[in-house]
């Protein structure tokens, strides 16, 4: 499959779903995203954005598919198996602003996160 590029366009949609400060652009701020604690592997997403709802996520990820444009999630960064780096570039979700359980099903083992 190719992926798109974030274009311009893409990047002011993404600017009316999340609002500029929660978007991150900048080569020396997207270095803490090109990596986790997997060895020396570094991948840069071309954006990152930090939601505040999964209304936000939803949004995103509906205009990511909609544009083949690839999409990471990345919770804290730490994992030792990869699965954080955004190795096709594009969009990067970052989960750090949701760190609030709002509830637990017992009956289905799922927890309703946001932020807290």
Do not use: W
């Amino acid at each position: 499959m190719t992926f798109n590029k974030i274009s311009e366009n893409i990047l002011a949609e993404i600017k009316a779903i999340i609002g500029d400060a929660d978007i991150i652009t900048g080569h020396a701020e997207l270095e803490k995203y090109s990596h986790d604690e997997t060895e020396d592997l570094r991948f840069y997403p071309e954006v990152v954005t930090r939601p505040k709802s999964p209304e936000e996520v939803s949004a995103l990820m509906k205009l990511c598919n909609e544009n083949l444009i690839p999409v990471t999630p990345r919770g804290a960064g730490t994992g030792l198996s990869g699965g954080a780096l955004p190795v096709l570039g594009g969009l990067l979700i970052s989960m750090e602003r949701f760190n609030k359980v709002l509830q637990i099903d017992e009956q289905n083992l799922k927890q309703r996160l946001s932020r807290g």
